[in-house]
């Protein structure tokens, strides 16, 4: 089994294996061309065309010599010979421009194509798939896996159909026209070009593993980015510093291993390769000496047999670029044939059905996807009325954050039921289920853009006064119009350039824009201070009223108003109550949580 990261770095496809099954479901990513297949087979006509017309205008240099030795069989003159030399090549610059134009246009649409089904597939996902895999792996996908494919289709495919083209064309001529020199010819260079391409596959897998090891240094610099804070917080500089040169060490001991090994095929090919091509130009020689074959003979020879080495030699490595490409079709069609979980048709018209607002949880039993073996909800039940407040406590790792989380349905229950106004929540179409509901996380990540982009997500049909309406109501107005730029103020990535209790504003400006009939608030004031505590928590208020709320706190304070107080201890409810109910029990939970606060 591979880990996670050897997958990533593309270790696992050491070597590259073709079978009919896998050839077969590669051929799948087609349909993405299938579009522009009248471009494809148009600039597939060119290719053709321009390939043959390359062997013709191959011929010329040998008629050339033939003319000059008085042996041409055409009695074509060498003016003749250089006017036809330069019909040729023009007609053949014309092929080429169309046949790399053609395929660019294929593969730059297919591809595009191929991208946005990919980004469509991944965006409606459920949260499972992404928590069993790396932020990284994934954009490896959409940016590593289509590149190859695209090389694919934009290149590797034409010239590989061009190498063999001219390989069997070469092959053909040499047989047709020189007879004996071809038997000679056909033994020596495919036993050459062999050898030639054993080596050229060793080098490739060491070449292939610097490249991993130099995708493990980038991660090391990757990961001490994005948490330089911490790096420089526990003064770990020196040991990261020792980490990467110690990898980056490893990298290039394997560098120069490839590169010894370069070093050896680059003089193998010299000695080798050019000498089996004199070893043939000689036998041919030996031909034209005895007056068997004209002098233009012996240069069509040596001409064709380097042509047709070449091909051999190119198309060892596009097979292997072909092959590699099929493992990226075979990873991109894994994402493409997960089960979506919201459908996005093109005009999402699902019609607003807005709830009353009535929940219930009845015996609900949980366990993350990712790790089964841990019932996180062991039997909880619950009910709100339309427009309730209540308040889930507990300690930490209670389960009160997944309750939240299921009735978003990031997650299906195994157990038990969630109903929302009467009906099961998995009966709703999932799109207009979440358009009623909305949540505030401890947590606020904003998008990178502009705090205005950032409030619009609750609604992007909102009018400037609705934005500026929201702000106002989420206590957020007043340090927005204190920045210079206003609604445009750029948040930084994630929104760092906020502040904690700014961020939680702006999350809200977004709830109430949404408008929702049922809203979670996930300790949406815990890590603020008490002044923007105040603000937020009013801020709140203003957002909760008229809406059926589930409010998650830590800090007992905030949830002294609520309707109903579920107290949660290891995915169990065990007390439920109001404040003052609660209170009265001596012994209970809810009273030595809120002893230790009283305390504090
Ligand atoms: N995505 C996840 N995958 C696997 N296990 C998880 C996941 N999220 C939470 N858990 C586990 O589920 C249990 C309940 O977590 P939950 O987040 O619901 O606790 P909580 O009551 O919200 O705690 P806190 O007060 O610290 O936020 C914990 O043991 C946690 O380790
Ligand atoms: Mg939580």
Known sequence: MATRREQYSGKTEERPKLSREKLRKALKIFSYVVPYKWTFIAGMAFLALGSLMFLAIMKLPGEILNVISGESQYGLSLNNIFVLLLILLGIQSVFSYFRVQLFAVVSERSMALLRNDLYEKLITLGIPFFE?????????????????????????????????????????????????????????????????????RYIRKLMRERQDQLAQTNVIVEETMQSIQSVKAYTNEGFELRRYTKQLDLTVRTALRAAHMRGIFAAFIIFVMFGALFFIIYQAALLTQSGAMPKGGLLDFAVYTAIIGGAIASLGSFYTEIVSAIGATERILEILEQPSEVALTPDSGVAKTRFIGHIQYRDVRFSYPTRKDIEVLKGVSLEIEPGQRIALVGPSGA???????????????????????????????????????????????????????????????????????????????????????????????????????????????????????????????????????????????????????????????????????????????????????????????????ARLQFEI
Do not use: C
């Open 132 to 200: 069993e895999r790396r932020v990284g792996e994934i954009t490896s996908r959409m940016t590593n896996d289509v590149t190859q494919v695209q090389g694919v289709v934009s290149m590797t495919l034409a010239e590989f159909i061009r190498q063999i083209i001219i390989f069997i064309g070469g092959v053909v001529i040499i047989i047709v026209s020189m007879k004996k020199l071809a038997f000679v010819m056909l033994i020596t260079v495919p036993l050459v070009m062999f050898l030639a391409m054993f080596f050229g």
């Open 399 to 593: 389960g009160k954050s997944t309750i939240v989380q299921l009735l978003l349905q990031f997650y299906t229950v195994d157990d038990g039921n969630i109903l929302v106004d009467g009906k099961p929540v998995s009966q709703y179409d999932l799109r207009a289920y979440r358009q009623n509901i909305a949540i505030v996380p401890q947590e606020v990540m904003l998008f990178g853009g502009t705090i205005r982009d950032n409030i619009l997500y609750g609604n992007p049909d909102a009018s400037e006064e609705d934005i500026v309406d929201a702000a106002r109501q989420a206590n957020a107005w007043e340090f927005i119009s204190a920045f210079p730029e206003g609604l445009d103020t750029i948040v930084g990535e994630r929104g760092v350039k906020l502040s904690g209790g700014q961020r939680q504003r702006v999350a809200i400006a977004r709830a109430i824009l949404k408008d929702p009939a049922i809203l979670l608030l996930d300790e949406a004031t815990s890590s603020l201070d008490a002044e923007s505590e105040k603000l937020v928590q009013e801020a709140l208020d203003v957002l909760m009223k008229g809406r059926t709320s589930i409010i998650i706190a830590h800090r007992l304070s905030t949830i002294r108003e609520a309707d109903r107080i579920y107290v949660l201890d290891g995915g169990q409810i065990v007390e439920q109550g109001t404040h003052a109910e609660l209170s009265l029990l001596d012994k209970g939970l809810y009273n030595s949580l």
